[in-house]
């Protein structure tokens, strides 16, 4: 079907840059693990006993996503906009009921990544048993950089942190996220045929805070990479 055959022009494919690569990589879906590192879980109120429970997941829509560099308005609707940093995966084949021990074939790569998140409105959601929606799929609230090709590797550990204005608001490591990259990819892959282009943001550790107009925000994730974002004022 030819554009012409649309009432209006149908938005681009979002994609990101590929390190090395005059090539970009095509983005298909979104997915971000919820409570993922222990001191996160805590500070948000709700621990997780990893004996007793399996991931939870949530999705955004690829409209969202920003490329690492941008500015972006402070969202309508909220008072107290989060940052939080996080290992972003890159899956680069399809796979459906992976076992653990061949996850890792599915991997093209990894990237930094930031899920902004209006906070009140997320814990507003979630104390009344209400979906994140409104919390969480927020307009260019899904930054990633570029992202680094590394086929059939996962990471199990690296220092990960992010600044704000050049102070530390996050540090720890890959190795404490309490389900691993394998664990997740075979957990998801149960309840949706995964596909190339799709992005697993892997969780936050603590140290998650309200940004506000004019705040930068600088993050490293060990070899990966690093990734900026700037808080513009309001529209």
């Known amino acids: 079907m030819t554009s012409s055959a649309y009432l209006w022009n149908p938005p681009p494919v979002a994609s ?5 690569s005059a090539q970009r990589l095509p983005v298909n879906r979104l997915f971000f693990v919820g409570r993922n590192y222990h001191a996160h879980a805590v500070e948000m109120g709700r621990p997780v006993d990893k004996a007793a429970e399996r991931p939870f997941y949530f999705t955004k829509s690829p409209q969202t996503l920003v490329e690492s560099g941008a500015t972006v308005p402070y969202p309508p609707g909220t008072s107290n906009y989060h940052h939080e940093m996080e290992l972003v995966v890159a899956i680069g084949r399809p796979g459906f009921r992976v076992d653990e021990s061949a996850a890792a074939a599915l991997v093209f790569g990894h990237a930094c990544g930031l899920d902004m998140t209006r906070r009140d409105l997320q814990l507003a959601a979630r104390d009344k048993g209400r979906p994140w929606d409104l919390g ?11 992202v680094v090709p590394m086929p059939g590797t996962v990471l199990s550990q690296g220092t990960l942190q992010l600044s704000v204005n050049g102070q530390p608001r996050q540090r720890s490591d890959i190795a404490q996220l309490i389900w691993s990259i394998p664990e997740l990819i075979a957990d998801l892959s149960c309840f949706y045929h995964l596909q190339p282009g799709d992005l697993i943001f892997t969780g936050t550790p603590e140290g998650v805070a309200a940004v506000v107009p004019g705040d930068r925000i600088e993050g490293r994730i060990g070899d990966v990479g690093t ?7 309001a529209e």
């Open 16 to 20: 990101l840059p590929v390190r090395g």
């Open 136 to 146: 969480k799929d927020v307009e260019q609230s899904s930054v990633v950089s570029e």
């Open 227 to 233: 990734i900026e974002l700037t808080i513009g004022e």
